[in-house]
């Protein structure tokens, strides 16, 4: 039930609760010490009256004087109304006793020293008494009990009356410190429900707002940066989000309307069968190329989601590189571009996926190769790692793309029209995936005329 309850009442609770609890002690705490001391003074009250008797006893030195104790006893205690006596002589006669008292049973242990003898206590008529017994010689060597009680009715009283009051108050001020909590509690989460308020006025068009992290408590700092952090996430996922979907429709923009406009000549009036297959073998290139598209998304889904499988295998990269080389031997010798390899290394990975990673990065390099130019690939070790560097002259890409040339459907020249291999805008953005999921990283720089793209592996 407590889950269920909102944060400032929980709070509320809580601080009423332990404000509760520490007023009980308070009360309990004062209570005992006020009995405490009312039993302090009782004893001091009695251990007095009982010291004034012992002077009288220590004084009687015959049995005619014995006899004769009851009388200055009596003067000197019956008369008063709370006070009980009884006093019994050496051979168990009763000197004195106060009419109508009863003692309890069994009879108390005289002491035969004050400051060790037990406070008796007893409850006769709804009446409470305190009282103590002692033993006093006598001048002629005999002992005489002597038992004096006092009525603690003031003192009952006096506490219950107490006690009323007590509880009264700790129940007033259980309320009160209630009230204070809640208005403590809700002036605390002021600034909570301000960054709830904030958050809610977040929309998909308005991600760039951020929660004031500098005007919040210290304890709600980390939370507000923490949102903001998020927010910033949000903004960027929903930035490239909305930059894919206006790249995606422009890419599919072309093949669909050239696939409409071809049929639509096509069907404008009768043709013999030569140009129907010209127009169908058209038409199948931009099927392909839509499916290499469509293929491409799906591979980049998956790997974004964790669900590209890597069939761990030993993969050997520079007999890889030599087979691509071969695939692009005449295209590079039809355009005089040099084909170089350096070095060797074998990682753990998918061969597939890896090759189509190689294949990727040298037919980007060769497109931008221009005629008489050089492709040279390098496998290094370095701090722990294996390094495969594909290395291409022609023109230096400007800083402010390389950073985005992993993005999907992004060229740095928008222009060039890829004629082969991965022409989806998707190569590299799928090269950068499959990287990433044999745990490894991939780069670029382009400086002096040279373009480098790097793979590092875990070695």
Not at 98 to 108: C, K, L, N, V, Y
Not at 245 to 259: G, V, Y
Not at 273 to 290: G, H, P
Request: hydrophobic content about 45%; overall charge negative; some cysteine.
């Amino acid at each position: 039930m407590i889950s269920r309850l909102s944060l400032t009442a929980r709070l509320t609770l809580l601080f009423t609760m332990g404000s509760g609890a520490v007023l009980l002690a308070l009360g309990w705490l004062v209570g005992v010490a006020i009995e405490r001391h009312f039993e302090e003074l009782d004893r001091a009250e009695l251990t007095g009256k009982l010291q004034h008797a012992q002077h009288l006893i220590a004084q009687v030195g015959t049995p005619a004087q014995l006899e004769r104790l009851a009388v200055p006893l009596g003067e000197a205690f019956l008369a008063h109304h709370d006070l009980v006596v009884r006093v019994v002589g050496p051979d168990q006669q009763v000197l004195l006793a106060t009419p109508g008292a009863q003692w309890p049973t069994p009879w108390p242990v005289a002491a035969a020293d004050l400051a060790s003898a037990p406070l008796w206590t007893w409850t006769q008529d709804g009446r409470n008494y305190r009282g103590l017994a002692a033993t006093f010689p006598t001048a002629m060597a005999s002992q005489v009990q002597v038992a004096m009680a006092i009525d603690s009715g003031h003192h009952d009283a006096f506490l219950r009356t107490l006690q009323r009051s007590l509880w009264l108050f700790v129940a007033c001020a259980v309320l009160f410190m209630g009230l204070l909590g809640w208005f403590a509690a809700r002036r605390g989460l002021a600034p909570l429900r301000a960054m709830r308020e904030q958050a809610a006025a977040v929309t998909a068009h308005s991600l760039d707002r951020r929660l004031p992290a500098q005007a919040v408590p210290a304890e709600l700092a980390d939370l507000a940066a923490t949102l903001n952090e998020m927010l910033e996430r949000l903004e960027e996922a929903f930035r490239r989000l909305s930059d894919f979907s206006s790249d995606l429709a422009h890419e599919l923009r072309t093949p669909i309307s050239n696939l409409m406009m071809q049929t639509q000549v096509a069907l404008s009036r009768p043709r013999d069968a030569d140009s129907y297959r010209a127009i169908l073998e058209s038409n199948a290139e931009e099927f392909e190329r839509l499916a290499r598209m469509i293929a491409d998304m799906l591979f980049l889904a998956k790997a974004e989601n964790g669900l590209t499988i890597v069939h761990g295998e030993p993969v050997d990269l520079a007999r890889e590189v030599r087979d691509l080389f071969d695939f692009y031997e005449a295209l590079a010798d039809e355009r005089c571009i040099a084909l170089t390899l350096t070095g060797e290394g074998v990682v753990q990975g998918d061969r597939l996926m890896l090759r189509r990673a190689l294949n990727n990065l040298l037919s980007n390099a060769l497109r931008h190769t221009p005629q008489g130019g050089r492709v040279s690939v390098a496998i290094v070790r370095q701090e722990g790692q294996l390094l495969l560097r594909v290395e291409n002259t022609g023109d230096t890409i400007p800083a402010r793309h390389l950073a985005r040339l992993f993005e999907r459907f992004y060229r740095a020249d928008p222009s060039r029209q890829h004629a082969s291999g991965e022409g989806t805008g998707l190569g590299l953005a799928i090269t950068q995936a499959i990287l990433r999921a044999h745990r490894g990283e991939v780069s670029a720089a382009s400086e002096g005329g040279l373009t480098v793209f790097t793979l590092r592996f875990p070695f």
